[in-house]
């Protein structure tokens, strides 16, 4: 399993992301996938699960199929996304 948070770098949302990411290595000792939708090289990725909303966080299967998914704000909490990571 792996945890994925897509999210705009240059946008409003982003401290928060940022915080978020911080505090969730601090806590669990683990690293999110970071993905910005707006590189060329992430639309497909984009595409594929429907994501419109920023941030959006994702719990996927191994085999890339969605567990979860968590769209805009407020952010889930760090326990609810560790279990995933």
């Known amino acids: 399993m792996k945890a994925v948070v897509v999210y705009k770098e240059n946008s409003d949302h982003a401290r928060e992301v940022f915080d978020y990411l911080r505090d969730f290595e601090r806590q669990t000792g683990k690293k999110l996938e970071e993905i910005d939708p707006e590189k060329r090289e992430n639309i497909g ?41």
């Open 45 to 85: 990725f984009v595409e594929t699960y429907d994501i419109v909303e920023y941030p959006t966080i994702l719990a996927l299967t191994d085999n890339g199929q969605v567990i979860n998914m968590w769209r805009g704000r407020p952010l889930p909490t760090i326990n609810e996304v560790s279990f995933y990571a």
